[in-house]
């Protein structure tokens, strides 16, 4: 079942409502870096957001490396050939208030 991908306005929205987020993919998905001090602090975030992606059913790809955690949002099921749907807006409105 395909889910409804963003227009372009919508993803305009998205990206002035948090910033921090900026296109990639062509414009199929949204990605941020965050810094931690340490290990622990970006384990830490990864397993609140895996808690979060979890109740939401909607999984972050992402690429850890000691503080620095790089999360990447897409739909796969968005549009026909995946992009960015209304669980991407929220997903990242939720990781945005961990942080």
Same mark, same amino acid.
């Given at each position: 079942?395909?889910?409804? $991908?963003?227009? #372009?306005?919508?993803?305009?929205?998205?990206? &002035? #409502?948090?910033?921090?987020? $900026?296109?990639?993919?062509?414009?199929?998905?949204?990605?941020?870096?965050?810094?931690?001090?340490?290990?622990? $602090?970006?384990? =830490?975030?990864?397993?609140?957001?895996?808690?979060?992606?979890?109740?939401?059913?909607?999984?972050? $790809?992402?690429?850890?490396?000691?503080?620095?955690?790089?999360?990447?949002?897409?739909?796969?099921?968005?549009?026909?050939? =995946?992009?960015?749907?209304?669980? &991407?807006?929220?997903? #990242?409105?939720?990781? &945005?208030?961990?942080?």
């Amino acid at each position: 079942m395909s889910v409804p $991908e963003l227009s #372009a306005d919508e993803i305009t929205a998205l990206l &002035d #409502a948090h910033p921090a987020w $900026e296109l990639a993919r062509e414009g199929k998905a949204i990605a941020r870096t965050f810094r931690f001090e340490d290990f622990s $602090e970006a384990w =830490g975030f990864m397993s609140r957001v895996a808690l979060l992606a979890e109740v939401q059913d909607h999984h972050p $790809e992402w690429f850890n490396v000691y503080n620095r955690v790089e999360v990447t949002l897409t739909t796969h099921d968005a549009g026909t050939s =995946g992009g960015l749907s209304a669980r &991407d807006a929220r997903m #990242a409105a939720s990781i &945005d208030a961990l942080a």
